[in-house]
């Protein structure tokens, strides 16, 4: 077995970059980002990415890798994580993989298989059409539900992405997509650990970023990418803020009902994460942020890997 690796996971908003920083500068490590949207270039501040002072910090991985106009699924994330890993471990460094997407964290831990099967757009299209009115969604919802009620029971219904490419899958294959999903154990160790607090203290920290990344700047970031011709079909463009900044944007929202459907579909998000991370999963080590938990992170961590670990030198980016 090589050199562990630690994922730290948890809802959006509860502080994982700043952790898995401080645990990367304390044991030698490189974080591999596992968020979903981190991965666009130009999409900075709603996606609350690390600023350049925290990627100055130490080296990190799978983020600025695409524009907002490319394809990028499931299958390449699970295949650049894992080239990161290797190359990390090799380096003899640790390994934090950091995100909120359940999807990403769980791929790499549980070594699931990934079906290869490359867009069609076309099939894509079509469903796309169908899927513009509630009543289409479900439609879909419930066709996927009947080929391949496992997938189904893991998606949210109104996922439309997740639906049609499962669907998409199937019409490729004939096999459903659960089929493709056999886990093989990967060939390391695995740490979890997991931050949580109460919903009510987790909700207002996340009203309190909403308006802190709208004073930050997010309506000019949005007006910037649609300057550049990213339209909001994109799946990109499509994610919590940027969709209802965009909204604003072309007077279809006021600014007050924008900011607040950003926090609402946000505390939606969080309830779905929990789906992904339970906290009744003993895989993964729960710590309430409401205590001071970074003492207590680093003793569990140091124990569990069992390796006296040097601090690392800062890393300045491009050295």
Do not use: C
Not at 35 to 60: F, N
């Amino acid at each position: 077995m090589m050199n562990p690796v630690v994922a730290i996971v948890g809802p959006t908003g509860i502080g994982k970059t700043s952790l898995a920083i401080d645990l990367a500068q304390e044991f030698d490590g490189e974080i591999i980002n596992a968020d979903s949207r981190q991965v666009y270039r130009h999409m900075d501040i709603g996606t609350a990415k690390p600023t350049p002072d925290e990627l100055a910090l130490v080296p990190h991985h799978l983020i600025n890798i695409v524009n907002p106009d490319e394809e990028f699924n499931l299958a390449q994330f699970q295949q650049l994580a894992r080239q990161a890993i290797t190359d990390i471990q090799r380096r003899n460094k640790l390994v934090l993989l950091v995100g909120g997407s359940g999807q990403y964290i769980w791929s790499i831990i549980e070594g699931w298989g990934i079906p290869e099967v490359p867009p069609d757009l076309e099939y894509r299209r079509k469903l796309e059409e169908r899927a513009i009115s509630s009543e289409g969604q479900q439609e879909l919802y419930e066709e996927l539900a009947e080929i391949d009620p496992a997938t189904a029971a893991n998606i949210d219904p109104k996922n439309v992405r997740r639906v049609i490419r499962a669907l998409e899958v199937y019409a490729r294959t004939q096999k459903p997509f659960s089929q493709f999903q056999r886990k093989k154990s990967p060939p390391f160790d695995t740490t979890i650990i997991g931050l949580t607090t109460d919903r009510a203290e987790l909700y207002r920290r996340i009203d309190q970023r909403v308006d802190k990344i709208i004073e930050q700047g997010l309506v000019k970031e949005v007006r910037k990418l649609m300057d550049m011709g990213y339209g909001f079909n994109l799946p990109a463009m499509s994610s919590i803020g940027y969709k209802q900044i965009g909204m604003f944007l072309k007077n279809e929202l006021s600014m007050d009902v924008a900011i607040q459907q950003i926090k609402f579909e946000t505390h939606r998000l969080v309830r779905h994460q929990y789906n992904w991370f339970q906290l009744k999963d003993d895989r993964i080590i729960w710590f309430d942020i409401q205590s001071k938990i970074i003492p207590e992170v680093k003793t569990t961590l140091a124990n569990t890997l069992k390796i006296a670990r040097p601090k690392a030198r800062r890393y300045i980016k491009g050295t």
